[in-house]
């Protein structure tokens, strides 16, 4: 059944949002995106999307810690939920997040122009990045109630100036002793959809528009940590060093190992090495390596993680020294709802696309709604597989296609003919 979707009219509407929100003030630099929570930037952003809301006629709000809705029905009656997230990294682009809110605001633009009155809640979750508080997913993590108060009292502090988040809440206007009614978010969802960008190059490779996520992977970061002693580096002969550079450089090269040896997808990575005292002509005496490992199946990345931890304390107390592994967040993988899965891949093959199964291999606030709600993901290409950079592109047309496999899973989900 043809329900006159305008893509050409929906790409535009698209990226005109997308581009808007590029550079100040809603962002801090004009050379890439940069905003996060609480921030000026931050701040502009939700009110450009709340006023675009308002204009259809959506109650906009924002909960205790600024988890940002806007909804067309009361409280208590039962909606569909979309969205994705707002903030980004600290040399991000203009696609990761804001894309998949701004196709929520198409969605509900496109329900009305089609005279559709889909029961629609849009959702920007705060913090996704970590790029404020260096915790991933902490605005769904807080709505899911998985965080503990002194969390939010102490232990999560900002990246800038190292005050706590409750803190910064209520600098900002919030009312974090309230945090637990944010759990009131996902109460009347009867499913939620966030649309990405794939953050890979599997779409755009295979030439296919349209990947609907079937796992999200779990994942577990933390830090390796080599306690060795610090000595002069002219003086001290090479048998009786304890240089923990060293130690650390070969745990990475480990790690690879045995990523590659695990296959399945599973994927691990430094992104952080620490060096002390950090001076060219001292051994280094502590050195410090993060570790992110990913994957769809759980005990495998434990593996991962065991296995590199073990190398680590071995390969240290061989050479007198002492390793330790200390896990900053982790979580385990998400499997769809097979239900809505199904709903979005039927709505694709309607409109004459064959959508690609999907593993994320990245983390989405969607791994924490999938807890409360049933959920699903929907990915559209981005240029040669870039994110976190502000390389990233993707096409307005893609986004647009996807409005419609949304919008037609939802009447499905509904009961309705489409």
């Known amino acids: 059944m043809s329900l006159g979707f305008d893509h050409p009219r929906s790409a535009a509407r698209i990226d005109a949002d997308v581009q808007a929100l590029a550079g100040p003030p809603f962002s801090d630099f004009d050379d890439r995106v940069c905003r996060y ?6 701040r502009c952003t939700l009110d450009y999307f709340a006023d675009a809301w308002r204009q259809l006629g959506f109650e906009v709000r924002e909960d205790p810690i600024g988890n940002f809705t806007a909804r067309n029905r009361p409280a208590g009656e039962p909606v569909f939920g979309i969205g994705s997230h707002c903030d980004s990294n600290r040399n991000g682009g203009r696609w990761d997040g804001p894309l998949g809110v701004a196709t929520a605001l198409e969605v509900c633009r496109v329900s009305r122009d089609l005279g559709l009155d889909l029961p629609l809640q849009a959702i920007s979750f705060l913090e996704e990045e970590g790029s404020g508080f260096g915790q991933l997913l902490l605005g769904s993590r807080i709505a899911a109630l998985r965080v503990e108060e002194s969390e939010l009292r102490e232990h999560v502090r900002s990246i800038d100036d190292g005050r706590p988040f409750w803190e910064h809440a209520i600098d900002a206007g919030y009312e974090p002793d309230r945090w637990r009614e944010c759990a009131r978010i996902l109460d009347d969802l009867t499913c939620w959809i966030e649309l990405h960008i794939e953050q890979g190059r599997r779409l755009q490779d295979a030439n296919c528009p349209i990947g609907i996520v079937h796992t999200i992977a779990g994942y577990v970061h933390g830090d390796i940590t080599i306690h060795g002693q610090a000595d002069h580096a002219g003086a001290t002969p090479m048998p009786a060093r304890k240089d923990s550079a060293v130690v650390a450089g070969m745990t990475i090269a480990e790690l690879e190992r045995l990523a590659l040896a695990a296959g399945g997808g599973i994927v691990a990575t430094v992104g952080e090495v620490e060096i002390e005292p950090g001076v060219i002509n001292v051994v280094p005496g502590r050195a410090r390596i993060s570790i992110d490992v990913r994957g769809p199946v759980d005990r495998v990345v434990a593996d991962v993680v065991r296995q590199t931890a073990d190398f680590a304390a071995a390969l240290a107390a061989d050479r007198g020294m002492r390793s330790e592994c200390t896990e900053r967040q982790s979580s385990k993988a998400v499997r769809m709802d097979d239900a809505v899965v199904a709903a979005l891949e039927d709505a694709a093959r309607a409109i004459g696309v064959s959508p690609m199964a999907i593993i994320s291999g990245a983390a989405h606030d969607t791994m924490i709604v999938a807890d409360r709600v049933p959920s699903a993901m929907i990915f559209v290409p981005c240029k040669d597989g870039l994110s976190h950079t502000p390389l990233e592109h993707a ?14 899973a ?3 989900l509904a009961g309705r003919d489409n």
Do not use: G, K, N, Q
């Open 395 to 408: 096409d307005p047309a893609d986004a647009a296609l996807a409005v419609e496999v949304i919008t037609r």
């Open 37 to 42: 929570a609480y921030t000026s930037s931050y």
């Open 410 to 412: 939802m009447m499905s």
